[in-house]
């Protein structure tokens, strides 16, 4: 019995309040731009800034994405909660189950594609004119 008390203990522990449990993190690699809901004009180089996006357990009650952008002086200058779904051209069977995958992130209505191009923590920023004409606005 003591054992049981102790595990749920350390599964409440576990969970991140407004969020669920993390279910996973990537580092965005910033190689051509930073995100559009950052960014959403192009302006600013990514050169020095971190991008980590973190995937929630408890998506269909906060939308289960969050998104967090580091300048290069290491200040975070955004930190948001956002909505996200799988790319409506990936496979609607298993769209992790192959790669690359895509998922579309939406932070205060800006949405964002990122791509997962093998299995490694990192995501790309996608600017792929295929992948953005079939977007809609929400699944």
Not at 14 to 43: A, E, N
Not at 94 to 112: E, K, L, Q, Y
């Amino acid at each position: 019995m003591l054992t049981l008390i102790v595990f749920a203990g350390l599964l409440c522990g576990c969970s991140v309040p407004g969020r669920g449990y993390l279910d996973s993190r990537f580092d965005v690699v910033m190689d051509s731009r930073l995100p559009k809901f950052f960014d959403p004009g192009g302006q600013i180089s990514p050169r020095g800034y971190k991008v980590r996006v973190e995937y929630y357990s408890d998506a269909p009650k906060t939308g289960g994405a969050r998104v967090i952008v580091v300048e290069p002086s290491g200040r975070t200058v955004f930190d948001k909660q956002g909505k996200f779904w799988w790319h409506p051209l990936d496979d609607k069977d298993r769209p992790a189950g192959h790669f690359p995958n895509h998922t579309v992130i939406s932070c205060d209505g800006v949405m964002d594609i990122f791509e997962q191009r093998r299995m490694e923590p990192l995501l790309y920023l996608s600017d792929d004119k295929t992948l953005w004409d079939a977007m809609t606005a929400t699944p």
